[in-house]
């Protein structure tokens, strides 16, 4: 039986010594590496012994470093309570063993050469001596394989393989942790202790095999073993027919093609999970090769220019669209690396942030714009919801509120709507939303914003970029106002809500096919919106890709026409301005005929046409608790628009009739002296 054992042991030693004779583990004097022995020619004996073995598997041979290591950690596996790594054990049976092992080298504090025992001798405190290491015989600092004792950026080891954990949402979905469930595919190995397995070292990599960076996984080159030893642990919902495992943009970038492509081209698709994160060396989290949006404008790459990313020059290029580069938009580039896809979970009328002290979507202490804030990118797949056809080049061919595959997998928040022009009481999170406004109101709203300093929609803070009060969308869109561009629900659902009751809720008819223009005169009453379908980039006509990443137009608009509600020149658009045919650049042009509309002025005499359209609308279109997008002059900034320190509004009562009369409005400091509107008829929407 002893001979038996032995001989296996010899055959083992035999074929790890065939795999790595010709790899930088070869660390004798015949070794390939620039690592390597002054002399000695045995190869296993820097890890193992065939006798008297110290702690380690198996015969272990080397010294084991004592190290203290500050270990890999994250909020979101905090939040999501996954069990986090523990510090490698030099216990042999205990978790981070076998990685520990790996780390008497790579960890830079232990010798290369420091061996208990060659040919029988023990060498106490001396050293095999080596070629290229530092003085004291341990790792440069300076080579790529060097890890030390900061495993806080670099892949977890010493971690459980747990595929069940996961959080719920508002809604009832659910985030998984998203592993291979039950195992990972092989040849990922696991190791078990006390009846949990684990992830070690060399559950990826095999020191003895010959192939680049001593992957188990050997399915081609570099980029594609990487990729593949990625997915054979984590199982991403979109992955398969995501664009970031699709697309065949090239790199352009010789030390990506040489290092993953092994010298040839190295495709997106080709590099898969490699394009945005790395198991060593992170600079982001989670193991993301740069900050959060760096990675995604350059990838693998050194530089934008090289990468077919999101960067400058790049295959989509949103670095141009972001501000600095454009007066508007979601500052992406200035607000870095605060972000965990939990987020969501931590809004204002949360009662904590988990872990304390971390971020949330909250404006007060954690006020952030991150790409995964909007994108998933493993879900993420081509195809916005203008497709390519759209004639205008702007809007979809066929209206939706829908997420479109851009924004799939994104988390969101529905607002629970109570009464009309009201902050929402309460907001349900979504692991995944389902429309895009979900997506926009986690900042946009009470649950980014916070409490109403005055008990309206206005908000506590103020734009950096237009110096305006900001307000909360989910209180203008909310289905129960008077009015609103239909984002949330169609205008005919809204009237329905209310039950076409003045007494509640929206109740004016939708606009008439005439009043509308394509795409937005087909079924009209029955459409959805998205709010990228007035907020974008400024030539999403065929130029900029699509989306609200930045734009030198004021508040993102976009079509067309981006002014509002001001001409270049500064002056107030007026009902003259329909008149006369002289509306170019006016917003609200791009999608309403407003020539067919009377109560524009179109018939009436000359001394009206000066009535701005601020005086009657609210400069903040999303919606109003007035029919009709109407405000009253008691509103506050900045629905009542402060044009030269005069506020515009002049409105006192207003309700929608099918037919017109002078009495469906009443604003008395608009018409005076007993003409126009000058007479309080009463039941007029009221104003909370």
Same mark, same amino acid.
């Given at each position: ?520 005169? =087909?079924?009209? !009453?029955?459409?959805?919106?998205? %709010?990228? +379908?007035?907020?974008? $980039? #400024? ?5 900029? @890709? ?35 045919? =002289?509306?170019? !650049?006016?917003?609200?042009?791009? %999608?309403? +005929?407003?020539?067919? $509309? #009377? ?5 009436? @005499? ?38 030269? !320190? ?43």
């Amino acid at each position: 039986m002893f001979f038996r054992i032995l001989l296996i042991l010899l055959i083992s030693v035999a074929v790890a010594n065939a795999g790595i004779v010709n790899t930088k583990h070869n660390l004798s004097v015949t070794g390939p590496g620039t690592i390597k022995a002054v002399s000695e020619t045995e190869i296993c004996v820097f890890c193992h012994i065939p006798h008297h073995e110290r702690e380690g598997v198996p015969l272990w041979n080397r010294k084991m470093p004592t190290s203290v290591y500050n270990l890999y950690d994250s909020e979101f596996i905090s939040r999501i309570n996954y069990p986090t790594p523990q510090q490698p054990s030099e216990v042999e049976g205990q978790p981070g063993i076998v990685s520990r092992q790996c780390l008497s080298c790579h960890d830079g504090t232990v010798a290369i050469g420091a061996v208990y025992i060659v040919r029988g001798t023990e060498l106490g405190n001396s050293v095999i001596q080596m070629q290229n290491v530092n003085p004291d015989g341990t790792l440069p600092s300076t080579l790529r394989t060097f890890i030390g004792t900061d495993l806080s950026i670099h892949h977890p080891v010493a971690v459980e393989y747990n595929p069940n954990i996961q959080k719920t949402f508002g809604d009832g979905s659910v985030k998984t942790i998203e592993l291979k469930n039950p195992n990972p595919d092989p040849p990922i190995k696991l190791y078990t202790y006390n009846g949990k397995q684990y992830i070690e070292c060399t559950s990826c990599h095999d020191p003895h095999k010959e192939n680049k960076q001593f992957l188990r996984v050997d399915v081609g080159n570099l980029a594609q073993d990487f990729k593949q030893t990625c997915m054979s642990c984590h199982d991403k919902p979109g992955w398969t027919v995501g664009a970031h495992n699709t697309q065949t943009l090239v790199y352009n970038d010789t030390d990506v093609t040489n290092h993953y492509g092994e010298g040839s081209p190295v495709s997106v698709a080709d590099l898969g999970c490699g394009n945005c994160h790395t198991p060593h060396r992170a600079q982001g989290k989670p193991l993301l090769r740069k900050i959060e949006e760096n990675t995604c404008f350059t990838g693998a790459s050194s530089s934008s220019t090289t990468a077919p990313c999101h960067g400058s020059g790049g295959a989509k290029d949103i670095y141009f669209l972001l501000p600095s580069l454009k007066t508007y938009g979601h500052p992406v580039k200035t607000i870095s690396d605060i972000h965990t896809v939990l987020d969501v979970l931590y809004g204002y009328t949360s009662a904590e942030v988990d872990p304390a002290g971390t971020f949330s979507v909250k404006f007060s202490d954690s006020k952030h714009a991150e790409c995964m804030d909007c994108h998933n990118p493993h879900k993420a797949s081509p195809g916005t919801h203008a497709q390519n056809s759209d004639p205008s080049g702007w809007y979809p061919q066929n209206p939706s509120n829908l997420v479109s595959n851009v924004l799939s997998g994104v988390y969101g928040v529905e607002p629970v709507w109570p009464a009309r022009w009201t902050q929402p009481s309460s907001f349900t999170t979504m692991a995944e939303a389902q429309k895009e406004y979900q997506i926009c109101m986690k900042c946009h709203s009470r649950w980014g914003l916070g409490d109403s300093p005055n008990g309206d929609c206005t908000t506590q803070f103020t734009s950096s970029q237009s110096n305006i009060v900001l307000t909360d969308q989910s209180c203008e869109f909310n289905p129960y106002n008077r009015s609103a561009h239909p984002v949330v629900m169609t205008t005919n659902e809204m009237l329905n809500l209310s039950g076409g009751s003045q007494s509640a809720g929206r109740y004016a008819d939708p606009l008439t096919t005439a009043q509308l223009l394509p795409p937005w005169n =087909t079924n009209v !009453g029955n459409q959805t919106m998205y %709010c990228s +379908d007035c907020h974008g $980039a #400024e030539a999403e006509d065929g130029v900029d @890709p699509r989306g609200p990443h930045g734009s030198n137009a004021k508040f993102m608009l976009k079509g067309p026409n981006t002014n509002w509600p001001t001409k270049d020149n500064g002056d107030l658009y007026t009902t003259g301005d329909v008149k006369a045919g =002289t509306t170019n !650049g006016l917003f609200c042009t791009n %999608c309403h +005929d407003l020539t067919q $509309a #009377e109560v524009h002025m179109m018939t009436s @005499p000359g001394p009206m046409y000066s009535i701005a359209c601020v005086e009657c609308h609210v400069a903040v279109p999303h919606g109003s608790p007035i029919s009709r997008l109407i405000g009253y002059e008691t509103m506050p900034e900045p629905y009542n628009y402060n044009y030269n !320190g005069n506020l515009q509004l002049k409105m006192r009562g207003f309700k929608w009739n099918t037919i017109l009369d002078s009495n469906d409005a009443y604003a008395p400091s608009c018409g005076g002296g007993g003409m126009c509107h000058n007479w309080n008829a009463g039941g007029y929407d009221s104003y909370p």
